[in-house]
């Protein structure tokens, strides 16, 4: 059974960089043929797809967020990783990390990670 | 991008009524749709993938329909359990959801 955990800093202030990381357990992503992704979620709003990538280094990202944003995997971890540039009070929210088994849905979810911007 | 509508944004119901749910794609995606069922303070867990088949574990009360821009959600007889926010969603980047629908009793 698949199982994600993120982790990161709960609070990031305005025009800071956040990061954030994925610990998979259950598979090895260097072995497995999934996309995964980061989802967003404002307090009380809708899910928002961040981007995704694969073992061989394969990425998609949102246009909305392309220019600030990075994703990189950790395979001796076992590990992915988020990058976001210039952060705003825009991007608070909770933050998902998601398996896409080649299926086009998504199948299996971290509990998220709550991330409030502000200073 | 695919713009994903649902509706009703809200859906009243009793316990052991029928609940149906829609949602509509501003472009055909053919049968390339998925539902998720969130509860509060919890991730979404999934329901439906490829508009009709359900995922691992889901009770067959939940019937994934529709093809092209229009799908349906049903729940043939509400359980306690089903009171929550239900997602659409489609794999065309940039992926998108829809605004969701709460079912309340």
């Known amino acids: 059974q698949v199982q994600l955990q993120e982790s990161g800093p709960g609070l990031v202030k305005p025009s800071e960089t956040l990061s954030l990381a994925c610990t998979v357990s259950?598979?090895?992503?260097?072995?497995?043929?999934?996309?995964w992704n980061w989802i967003r979620q404002d307090p009380g709003k809708g899910l928002e797809w961040i981007g995704y990538i694969h073992h061989s280094g394969t990425t998609n990202y949102n246009p909305s967020l392309h220019s600030r944003l990075s994703m990189s995997i950790d395979t001796s971890k076992n590990q992915i990783s988020l990058t976001l540039k210039s952060v705003t009070a825009a991007d608070t929210g909770t933050y998902y990390c998601?398996?896409?088994?080649?299926?086009?849905?998504?199948?299996?979810w971290g509990p998220g990670t709550k991330v409030t911007v502000s200073s | 991008e695919i713009v994903l509508t649902q509706s009703p944004a809200t859906l009243s119901l009793s316990p052991g009524e029928r609940a149906t749910l829609f949602c509509r794609a501003s472009?055909?995606?053919?049968?390339?749709l998925a539902w998720y069922q969130q509860k509060p303070g919890q991730a979404p867990t999934p329901l439906i993938y490829d508009a009709s088949y359900r995922a691992t574990g889901v009770p067959a009360r939940f019937t994934g329909s529709g093809s092209g821009t229009d799908f349906t959600l049903t729940i043939s007889s509400l359980e306690s359990e089903d009171f929550a926010v239900y997602y659409c969603q489609q794999p065309v980047t940039p992926i998108t959801f829809g605004g969701g629908t709460k079912v309340e009793i």
């Open positions: 259950g598979v090895s992503i260097r072995n497995d043929d999934s996309h």
């Open positions: 998601v398996r896409d088994p080649a299926l086009g849905a998504f199948d299996s």
């Open positions: 472009e055909t995606i053919d049968r390339l």
